[in-house]
């Protein structure tokens, strides 16, 4: 057994089924473990790496900032966070103000608490249910883990879990609105549900009827936020309003970061909500440092020429391997193809890590693909040339 395998199994609490490699390096979209094999990632840790391993600005301005200030608690004003809140807002277009939190599932959270405190006044009656969608996922905490709309997550061993949560599939939500609803919370493409981007109109026609209905929507862009999809939110592309979006994977570029932004800018007061590390100095100078450069990387036509690269070496990869894969799928670099059996992309995953090439599974059949928003046409081609080979080894 390799020395880190026994290490981690040893005293590291059991939740994953862990790969052992060793890495030790990184630079923008390529790995290389502790023997010096270079691994090409599409996965970015799943969509966090937004700006690449070892990005060297971000690095630079880390450091800088916690040779001087890591942290001193939001008991007093932090600067890089108010300027980050601010660098969202304009960005997003919306008129929002900006809570930061430590992980997805906790922004997530903060939302559901922002949804509860408006159903306490905006209706004659008290209002609390959210209702979410089928193959969402929403995070792992209690509460998330039952906003998450796939049965399988609500493992009777965690239970009693909180009351007010119902999942629905999207042409359903509105027969399934009573008068105790207060918002409905989706993804806008479904991450972890198997890749699925709504259509545009469905969406829109949702977002209409919440409007009208005084509901909230919720935007869940813990995934899909921060340019994966090729805009800053998910939210501009399919050209919505929301009334709460949450941040947090792309954000800080490897640092712990959530964030969740809302339009009921005055919500909340003095402690109503909070978090000792939410939004520190370190990593709101990571996330002010990674949206600079995504902002520029996108400003310059350089982000969508990345996209349009991207998916034209997957629609290759699509085209030329008929016989596993049935169809392709995605946003921006929020991208999947679907395997013909759950089997065939499992043993397809293995080989292509075997091959250098690290890709994602979603849902039961589809082949994820998260890929550093800053990745080389190289990186890409290398990729996808590793790929075709594991598929042609598991012919
Ligand atoms: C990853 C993810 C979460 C959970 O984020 P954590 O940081 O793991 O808590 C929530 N929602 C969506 C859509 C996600 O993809």
């Not at 277009?93 to 997530?108: K, P, Q």
């Not at 450069?293 to 997957?314: A, H, P, Q, R």
Request: glycine share 8%; with cysteine; net charge negative.
């Amino acid at each position: 057994m390799k020395d880190i395998e026994k290490l981690d199994k040893e005293y590291v609490l059991h939740t994953y089924a862990r790969n052992y490699v060793n890495f030790v390096k990184g630079e923008n979209a390529t790995l290389y473990d502790n023997e010096n094999k270079d691994y090409i990632d599409f996965t970015s840790g799943i969509g966090v790496t937004s700006v690449g391993h070892g990005n060297k600005q971000v690095a630079k301005r880390i450091f800088e900032q916690v040779s001087n200030l890591t942290h001193t608690s939001n008991i007093y004003a932090i600067e890089p966070q108010a300027l980050l809140a601010k660098k969202i807002k304009e960005l997003s277009t919306y008129d929002v103000r900006t809570f930061f939190a430590n992980s997805g599932a906790e922004a997530n959270e903060g939302a559901i608490k922002i949804a509860r405190t408006y159903g306490q006044t905006a209706f004659e009656n008290k209002r609390y249910k959210i209702i979410t969608l089928e193959n969402s996922f929403h995070g792992r905490t209690i509460t998330t883990v039952k906003a998450t709309g796939q049965s399988s997550f609500h493992q009777s061993k965690f239970a009693p879990y909180p009351e007010g949560f119902s999942f629905n599939a999207i042409d359903d939500v509105y027969k399934a609105i009573d008068d105790e609803t207060v918002a409905v919370m989706i993804e806008l493409v479904q991450g972890e549900g198997g890749i699925l981007p709504f259509p545009k109109e469905k969406i829109q026609e949702l977002a209409k009827f919440l409007k009208d209905n005084k509901i909230l929507l919720i935007i869940d862009e813990v995934q899909t936020g921060v340019y994966r999809t090729g805009e800053f939110l998910a939210s501009n592309v399919y050209e919505i309003e929301p009334d709460i979006i949450t941040l947090a994977k792309g954000l800080g570029g490897g640092v712990p970061i959530g964030a969740v932004m809302t339009n009921l800018k005055d919500i909340w007061g003095a402690g109503d909500h909070g978090s000792t590390f939410g939004g520190n100095y370190l990593v709101t100078s990571a996330g002010l440092e990674v949206l600079d450069i995504l902002e520029k990387e996108k400003n310059s036509g350089k982000l969508d020429k990345t996209i349009e690269y991207f998916v034209e070496k997957m629609n290759d990869l699509y085209e030329n391997n008929q016989n596993i894969f049935i169809a392709n799928v995605g946003l921006g670099l929020m991208r999947g193809l679907r395997v013909k059996d759950a089997d065939t992309l499992t043993n397809l995953i293995k080989t292509a890590f075997e091959c250098g090439v690290m890709v994602l599974k979603s849902g039961n059949n589809t082949l994820r693909f998260l890929p550093a928003l800053t990745i080389s046409k190289d990186e890409i081609d290398e990729g996808f040339k590793r790929l075709q080979k594991a598929i042609n080894k598991i012919a």
